[in-house]
């Protein structure tokens, strides 16, 4: 095996290939992106009110 045989980069299938058995990709809904940063605002604000209120009765 020569150094060229080694670095050159493998085949890879075709995403697309009709011999594979993969589920069709599935499109995000509408509302996906705005209703995790909704999920992500309130969990992150209800750790902190919770790390308040923790420090708050812990003094």
Do not use: C, N
Not at 20 to 49: N, Q, Y
């Amino acid at each position: 095996m020569t150094e060229t045989d080694q670095t050159t980069p493998r085949s890879l299938p075709a995403l697309e290939d009709p011999d594979t058995d993969l589920p069709p990709s599935r499109a995000p809904h509408p509302g996906a992106g705005r209703e995790a940063l909704v999920h992500w605002i309130i969990t992150i604000g209800g750790f902190t009110a919770l790390l308040l209120i923790g420090l708050y009765f812990t003094k």
